[in-house]
């Protein structure tokens, strides 16, 4: 297979700093976004360290940290908690979605609430899932005394003080396919088939992100928006 890519980070309409993190990297076919976990300091420096600890493994040597995606988190993770250390009281984390092309496959690494979403033949699926309240407690229903709000408190993030366990998922891909790596700027704003549908009709990976950034930025750009947006051709 033979895949092109395009990404970016804004601020959005609303937030005066951007806590994004975005890393394209088309030679080892390996993309990321980090979402530095608002309420929290430090968000910056905790999405940054991240996508730094991934560029810096894959500098050293690409094939064994793309060998083990759950090893090359918690190298990220590992780097998010030394950040930490600049910071008092409960320290800094982000969400951070990473997705590395071999071949015919996709696998992603996922902890947070930022999103990987295959689109195909026009529809879009999310590959990862939310890793919050409402979606990891089983006693959900329980909580309904607490603003509706904290059922979205995220429960997995880098740099966590609990141990870490991120999910791993692995994909066939097939020509015509698009993959969106993207934090919940875009989500949230965005409707999963409104993705799919300015995926499928942009003629190349620059165009659809461009696009996709737009669409946010037109329901309101409350968060910050970073997104890639990855084609995959047949040779």
């Known amino acids: 297979m033979k895949i092109r890519a395009h990404g970016v980070t804004h601020v959005g309409l609303v937030r005066n700093q951007n806590e994004d993190s975005l890393l394209i990297d088309e030679p080892h076919a390996v993309f990321a976004v980090a979402d530095g976990v608002g309420g929290m300091p430090g968000g910056d420096v905790a999405s940054a360290s991240a996508v730094a600890a991934v560029k810096s493994a894959l500098a050293r040597d690409a094939t064994t940290a793309l060998s ?42 996922h902890i947070g609430d930022s999103f990987a979403i295959l689109v195909r033949d026009g529809r879009a699926r999310a590959i990862t899932r939310e890793h919050n309240v409402e979606n990891e407690r089983a006693d959900v229903e329980s909580l309904s005394p607490y603003p509706s709000r904290y059922r979205y408190a995220l429960t997995r993030v880098l740099g966590q003080l609990e141990p870490l366990v991120a999910d791993v998922f692995e994909e066939t891909i097939r020509p015509g396919d698009r993959l969106v790596v993207a934090t919940d700027g875009l989500t949230d704003m965005v409707e999963t088939q409104e993705i799919a549908t300015i995926c499928a009709d942009a003629d190349d990976a620059k165009t659809a992100t461009q696009a996709l950034l737009q669409a946010a930025l037109d329901s309101g750009g409350h968060d910050n928006v970073t997104l890639a947006v990855v084609f995959v051709d047949a040779v």
């Open 68 to 109: 083990d995606l759950r090893r090359l988190a918690d190298e990220a993770h590992r780097a998010v908690r030394k950040a930490a250390d600049a910071f008092p009281g409960d320290g800094i984390a982000t969400t951070f979605t990473l997705a590395a092309f071999s071949g015919d496959r996709v696998r992603v690494v």
